[in-house]
């Protein structure tokens, strides 16, 4: 049985019965930790499993461009998808760090090749892998090309299709797509 | 590189050596959260990424002079036993024990520093020392870290600082731990007042093995929190002066003890010097409890020829998945407690036992021994 989330063999099975109607989700050791399945509070099985890929009217929501990690992920694992993240959730970051730590500015040690030209390591480009930004300083992100005119719609369907097909990684490179058009709807 | 079976064969440095303050303080570690620009975390990235990761880096940090010579393993090639045996070693945490594909650990020859790979960070690179000595520990892995940052383009924002998985290690990504041993402060139940106030202060108190666990054997685990807004020498800095403190509170319970409690001190340290020598059954958990007894016995004298490496070593022997190392295959709870009385009883041949009390002071004084009639 392979997990719901990604391709990995799923190792726990959950049935939650609502109103009559049987849901039943697998999911692999990792997924479910992210899910927050373990967690012995709070678990939401339909909140678990919509937030993946079977709502395409998912409105607004604050998505990393990088690596297409969502602010409600965030909320859930109470951590972030990639270093770029820190800079799409920026908001309310301050308030959050200020009740964690003493300060909110790093003041220690720093590394030495900071701004030292390109990264020698370049992740292979697959689904949602960012590429490595070029300078480090999350504030001067550039907004990137005005993308091609895509049809939601149609993505939507790939999506709808991907997720029957079980070929997830393409659902999630999708999902991420869709989500990102429609952030960048919504904020212009 | 070395072997498995030779890295568990010789006992870790911080169990040969002595630092300050080592009768009350077991060791002194310093980790340090690092991650690459432009990979997501471990957690939300796929399998293949952190494989292709760990390829990439693996090389780079087996070449380290530190770590030249040292251990280094896929965790696809590590029984669940061998990965449980690194987390008694305190090489690796049990949440990265329980990862499989694309992560890997370097140790040195030393087992002084460990590098975990694609951990809840891509790198966690820890350094251990014995007693109390935080700086040094600290100097180990801020060496690996300039060399491997040299080679490695980590993730660091010039406001936040390293940028780690979780918020709670941005900054420095510094953890600085030290495992203590506090027997007199639990047996004079002084010790909650302690925890109470070391919380206060935003130090986190833990059992022996991290979050979660509980102080067996009275061993407790005391950490910093906040990682972001202060320079590592201060974090270090002020985590030593507290431990000095807790030291002194414990020294001061000891000395108690011996003179207000004797009787009481002399019955605990026999008690568990006549079990752990003669037990045929001994569960974890007690014997970990009559270890810290027969520790502090050694400490105040009470007992002769004890060296304190030669518990330290036992207390590793003696946990489950070093037991079924040793037996070379799984090994159900009963037969690990017999296996466990076993080598107790064999390592603890060589000490002397107690000693009686002086006639002069061993009649029933203290409050803690007055005479119990039943």
């Known amino acids: 049985m392979k997990c719901d989330v990604c391709e990995k063999e799923a190792t726990v099975f959950l049935t939650q019965i609502i109103n009559g109607q049987m849901t039943t989700v697998n999911l692999c050791e990792g997924c479910s930790k992210a899910k927050g399945v373990t967690e012995e509070t709070g678990f939401g099985l339909a909140e678990a499993f919509l937030t993946h890929s079977h709502r395409p009217d998912e409105n607004m929501e604050v998505v990393c461009d990088a690596c297409g990690f969502t602010a409600s992920q965030l909320k859930k694992i109470g951590r972030m998808g990639c270093p770029e993240c820190y800079t799409a959730f920026r908001e309310g970051l301050d308030g959050l760090l200020r009740n964690m730590h003493k300060g909110t500015r790093h003041v220690g040690k720093r590394p030495n090749n900071q701004g030292a030209g390109t990264p020698q390591l370049l992740p292979r480009r697959r689904g949602a892998v960012p590429a490595p930004p070029s300078a480090p300083a999350p504030a001067a992100a550039t907004p990137p090309p005005a993308p091609p005119p895509v049809d939601v719609n149609k993505l939507r369907a790939d999506l709808d299709l991907a997720v029957k097909e079980e070929r997830y990684e393409d659902a999630a490179r999708l999902k991420a797509e869709i989500e990102r058009l429609q952030t960048k709807a919504s904020s212009k | ?374």
């Open chain 2, 1 to 374: 590189m070395m072997r498995f079976a030779t890295l568990i064969k010789n006992p870790a440095d911080w169990m040969k050596g002595a630092g300050p303050h080592s009768d009350i303080v077991m060791t002194s570690r310093v980790r340090l959260a690092r991650n690459l620009r432009g990979f997501p975390f471990p957690g939300f990235s796929q399998e293949r990424q952190r494989i292709d990761l760990l390829g990439q880096v693996r090389p780079v940090i087996e070449s380290l002079p530190e770590m030249r010579d040292g251990y280094s393993e896929d965790y696809t090639d590590l029984s669940k036993i061998r990965k449980q045996v690194l987390v008694e070693r305190h090489l690796v945490s049990r949440e990265h024990a329980a990862r499989s594909s694309g992560c890997a650990v370097v140790v040195d020859r030393k087992q002084s520093i460990s590098i975990m790979i694609n951990e809840e960070d891509h790198f966690r690179i820890q350094g251990i020392r014995p007693g109390l000595n935080l700086h040094s520990a600290y100097d180990l892995v801020d060496r690996v870290d300039t060399e491997l940052s040299d080679a490695l383009p980590f993730a660091f924002d010039t406001k936040l600082g390293y940028l780690t998985a979780c918020p709670t290690n941005l900054g420095t990504g510094m953890r600085a731990s030290v495992m203590l041993h506090l027997p007199a402060l639990v047996l004079t139940e002084q010790i909650n007042p302690v925890i109470k106030a070391v919380g206060k202060i935003g130090l986190a108190v833990r059992g022996l093995y991290g979050e979660g666990t509980e102080a067996l054997g009275n061993l407790f685990q005391i950490s910093n929190q906040h990682t972001l807004g202060e320079a590592e020498p201060e974090i270090i800095a002020q985590i030593e002066k507290v431990i000095e403190g807790v030291v002194r509170s414990e020294q001061t319970a000891r000395a108690k003890l011996r003179e207000d409690h004797q009787t009481m001190l002399h019955d605990q340290v026999g008690r568990a010097y006549a079990v752990l020598r003669y037990a045929h059954i001994l569960s974890s958990k007690e014997a970990l409890n009559l270890l810290s007894m027969l520790r502090l016995g050694a400490d105040l004298d009470l007992v002769g020829n004890c060296d304190r490496s030669l518990l330290d070593m036992l207390l590793l022997e003696i946990q489950p998945a070093h037991l079924q190392l040793n037996a070379a295959r799984e090994l159900s709870p009963e037969e690990r407690d017999s296996m466990r009385a076993e080598i107790t009883r064999a390592r603890l041949q060589s000490i002397d036992g107690p000693g009686s009390l002086p006639p002069s002071q061993s009649t029933p004084g203290g409050p803690a021994s007055a005479p119990n009639d039943e």
